[in-house]
């Protein structure tokens, strides 16, 4: 409700500002607002000092998949010269992040300018309204107060007088319990009189004052600015003697290139199809791509965007004006004995020593070449010396350029389409000039050639549904990015998929369809498992088995062709491996694939055995009773009878034990029940006759008591005792047996 109350206030005012037309003139033009960013060595720039701003062509495009692209601009340039290069606003950031300028031609550049604006919030604070970029009703009407305005409207006719303030209250809504937030203006009127008037839709309020008026189109300007987008002009001065060749790289964020291949099998099957490959290439950035070389990298390197082309204000604190403290009347003793002031003790000598000394350095490149290419730079190096310490040299590089630049382009060869490996990445360097205007996408080729490919129908335990594949192998000097793909048969569609990267030599399945005419399923599983070796240590026991898993598939195959089937089944990779002389035909990290031909209308059998350790841990101590455990192991292993067997008895005499413990108190508890009976009926016939008999039944029930209270700590201390027996026992045993040394 609130910014509809604002929504519909700010129209109010702004149709009311007839006046404000002529005080728009007064205020800040647009350019006032959009300061011009530079930072310039040159002179300043006459009509003979610099020649007229051209533009710089892109001539090379090299675009990443995590959204980045690398451009260089390159052209000629005469004397001293101003180049232009044009961006969108969210290039800027990138482009000021990244750019680099080197002239070949022994020339320098200068300075660097481009057009910014100022932030919305500094512009709005050059208004005295104080309005946030995002009113409320609230937030106008506060703005107002004070002001002399002029209420329309209402229902006391049109009211003139000074706006006091604005509240909101809470009332019902009808007849139920509903509630509604209304808004009420407290004014002052001319004559004294206070006025409090509902907020309401046919409400109007105006400013009478002139200026206010104006404070309030300019405040509306601003907001309809304030997200408009347009072009970055960015000029370069560069200066020097003759003609040279000027060279602009920079990096910007771009759309993510995109891979996209046809396979088509020929008619007549042989083994192989033409593989076509296509990558689509989005150009949104403010320039065209006139005849550029473009070269698209599969890979990701680290970017990031910091807004350095939005003013940025600090936050600076505010100190308080310190102010002197009244001073009291005081008195003062005065002193019996004034000595002489000592002497100022002399200044110690630095421990340190800075030297500075001229040295000419030239990092990642030719000396010669560097003084030529920057006549007015000075190379220094300042030697920092402590006691101690070696001297560190700093070397300072010539202003306006970076040591060690590395630039794509030098990474990229001539030659037909490739794929340049560098840091993990590999790249599509495409020899013929591409030209893609801007706001305009194109598909450009990548790879056309016969590769390897055979049909195969996969099946795997995780999807049961059986699928038409392509067993794909990259004969090619080229990797194979990610994309997707689509496969022709017989001069038409027979599905699509995905794949992942396939570097040279590597062989893939691509599935693109389902097979409904094969069946597979499993019609046996076997295991057995046989005990090889047992292993006791202190406590732990650890018995290894080897384990012959076996599991036969079955495959059907009801179409009118033969078919190759590929079972694919999880890897077992902890000591397991393939029983007999059953081979994979291929075996990735974690899967095996097995081939099994099925002629038509036929089933085929493949029966899979697998050979591996199992391993079981029991650990032995006193607090849970392994005497079951110990008793089967000593029958599977006799040779452990001897080590175990006092184990054994120490485990059935705490047993014994517990159960004497458990009977004990429970006789205890019974005894404490029947002592408790006795000396409630005793305390009930006092005096009686009958009482003297349950005086001899209370005497033999605390006697009881007393006797199995005995019992039960004497079988406690037992059981500790026995507890020691046994821990101690355990950590004893040592037993290492093999099945290999039983034969």
Do not use: C
Not at 423 to 435: C, G, H, R, S
């Amino acid at each position: 409700m609130r910014r509809s109350f604002a929504l519909s206030s700010l129209l109010a005012l702004s149709v009311t500002l007839a006046l404000a037309a002529s005080l728009a003139a007064q205020t800040p033009s647009d350019t006032a607002s959009k300061p011009k960013h530079s930072a310039s060595l040159a002179p300043p720039r006459g009509s003979q000092a610099q020649q007229a701003v051209k533009d710089l062509a892109v001539r090379k495009v090299v675009l990443y998949k995590n959204g980045v692209g690398y451009f260089e601009h390159a052209g000629s340039v005469q004397g001293n010269q101003r180049v232009a290069i044009d961006f969108t606003s969210p290039q800027l950031n990138d482009v000021l992040q990244s750019l680099t300028v080197l002239d070949e031609g022994g020339g320098r550049i200068a300075g660097v300018d481009y057009n910014s604006t100022t932030p919305l919030a500094e512009q709005l604070k050059s208004l005295s309204l104080g309005m946030s970029d995002d009113p409320n009703s609230t937030e106008l009407f506060q703005a107002l107060r004070g002001q002399r305005v002029e209420v329309t409207g209402g229902p006391g006719g049109t009211i003139t007088g000074r706006l006091m303030s604005i509240e909101s209250r809470t009332e019902k809504s009808g007849t139920g319990d509903a509630t509604v937030d209304k808004f009420y203006l407290t004014l002052v009127a001319n004559f004294g009189a206070v006025r409090v008037i509902e907020l309401t839709p046919a409400l109007s309020v105006r400013p009478l004052d002139a200026n206010l008026q104006g404070q309030l189109d300019r405040y509306l300007e601003l907001l309809s600015t304030a997200h408009s987008t347009g072009l970055r002009h960015l000029t370069l001065d560069a200066l020097g003697v003759g003609q040279r060749e000027l060279r602009v790289s920079y990096i910007s964020e771009v759309p993510v290139w995109k891979s996209t291949y046809r396979l088509v099998f020929p008619r007549e099957a042989n083994g192989s199809a033409i593989m076509q490959g296509w990558a689509v290439v989005d150009n949104t950035v403010g320039a065209d791509w006139d005849n550029v070389q473009l070269s698209l990298v599969a890979g990701a390197p680290q970017s990031f965007i910091q807004p350095l082309s939005q003013p940025i204000y600090s936050r600076r604190p505010e100190i308080p004006i310190a102010t002197e403290a009244q001073l009291t009347p005081q008195t003062h003793e005065a002193a019996q004995n004034q000595a002489a002031p000592a002497p100022a003790p002399p200044p110690m000598a630095g421990a340190n020593s800075l030297q500075t000394r001229a040295k000419s350095v030239v990092p990642y490149g030719n000396r010669n070449q560097m003084q030529n290419q920057f006549p007015n730079s000075a190379n220094q190096t300042v030697a920092v010396q402590t006691e101690g310490e070696a001297v560190e040299e700093l070397a300072a590089i010539a202003p306006g350029v970076a040591g060690g630049v590395y630039r794509p382009s030098d990474a990229i060869g001539e030659g037909d389409v490739t794929t340049n490996a560098f840091d993990d990445f590999f790249e599509y360097a495409l020899t013929q000039p591409v030209t893609i205007h801007k706001n305009e996408s194109a598909m450009v080729p990548i790879l056309q050639q016969e590769l390897p490919a055979v049909h195969v129908t996969l099946w795997s335990e995780k999807e049961h549904t059986p699928l038409r594949a392509v067993w794909l192998e990259n004969k090619s000097k080229l990797t194979l990015d990610s994309g997707s793909f689509s496969i022709f048969e017989s001069g038409e569609f027979a599905g699509e998929g995905l794949l992942d990267p396939i570097h040279p030599g590597e062989k893939r399945l691509l599935s693109y369809a389902a097979d409904q005419a094969v069946r597979v399923k499993v019609t046996d599983r076997d295991s057995k498992r046989t005990l090889h070796h047992v292993m006791i240590y202190k406590g732990a026991i650890v018995e290894t088995h080897m384990n012959v898993a076996s599991v036969t598939y079955s495959a059907t195959n009801s179409g009118d062709a033969d078919r190759v089937v590929l079972v694919e089944r999880p890897r077992r990779n902890n000591g397991w491996s393939l029983d007999g002389d059953l081979k994979a035909a291929e075996a990735s990290p974690n899967l095996y694939r097995f081939r099994l031909p099925v002629p038509a209308h036929s089933t085929e059998k493949l029966e899979v055995r697998e050979r591996g350790p199992e391993q079981n841990y029991v650990y032995l101590n006193s607090n849970q009773d392994q005497t079951a455990y110990l008793l089967d192991l000593v029958k599977r292993v006799p040779d452990a009878l001897d080590k175990l067997q006092p184990v054994i008895d120490a485990y059935s005499a705490l047993a014994k034990l517990d159960s004497g413990i458990a009977e004990s108190k429970k006789t205890e508890e019974s005894a404490a029940a029947d002592e408790a009976r006795d000396r409630d009926n005793l305390t009930a016939l006092k005096g009686n006759d009958a009482a003297r008999r349950f005086v001899d039944e209370l005497n033999r029930a605390e006697d009881l008591l007393q006797a199995t209270r005995k019992q039960t700590a004497d079988l406690e201390r037992q059981k500790k005792v026995a507890v020691e027996k046994l821990n101690d026992l355990i950590s004893q045993v040592s037993f290492d047996w093999d099945v290999k040394a039983e034969k």
